[in-house]
Nanobody, 121 residues
Framework: QVHLVESGGGLVQPGGSLRLSCAASGSIFVIKSMDWYRQTPEKERELVAAMIMDGNIVYGDSAKGRFTISKDNAKDTVYLQMNSLKPDDTAVYYC???????????????WGQGTQVTVSS
């Protein structure tokens, strides 16, 4: 089992910034990707940014030009720097990890508990 711990969410005014962190721990053999998604009650869960461990990065349309994903492979940690935040960025942000727990296992999907980001005056 892989455990994901998210931190950094909270309340911020429009135009402000937040930095989210996600650390993976547990029975990790190898990680394929560590990504950020977000979800609101009225919208489907959407990709914000994906960090593939070979260095490839994919951003969702909502993140381009404002958000930056980065990694620390030694700590199995990804970060999401969010700038120029808008009220419609308000959502629960989830960390996602695709990983193997042994050399013979399948790739499995793991999700963090989610962290609330609220952008409001």
């Amino acid at each position: 089992q892989v455990h994901l711990v998210e931190s950094g969410g909270g309340l911020v005014q429009p135009g402000g910034s937040l930095r989210l962190s996600c650390a993976a721990s547990g029975s990790i053999f190898v990680i394929k990707s560590m990504d950020w998604y977000r979800q609101t009650p009225e919208k489907e869960r959407e990709l914000v940014a994906a960090m593939i461990m070979d260095g490839n990065i994919v951003y969702g349309d909502s993140a381009k030009g404002r958000f930056t994903i980065s990694k620390d492979n030694a700590k199995d940690t990804v970060y999401l720097q969010m700038n120029s935040l808008k009220p419609d960025d308000t959502a629960v942000y989830y960390c996602y990890c695709s990983a193997k727990t042994s050399s013979l296992s399948d790739w499995n999907d793991y999700w963090g508990q989610g962290t609330q980001v609220t952008v409001s005056s």
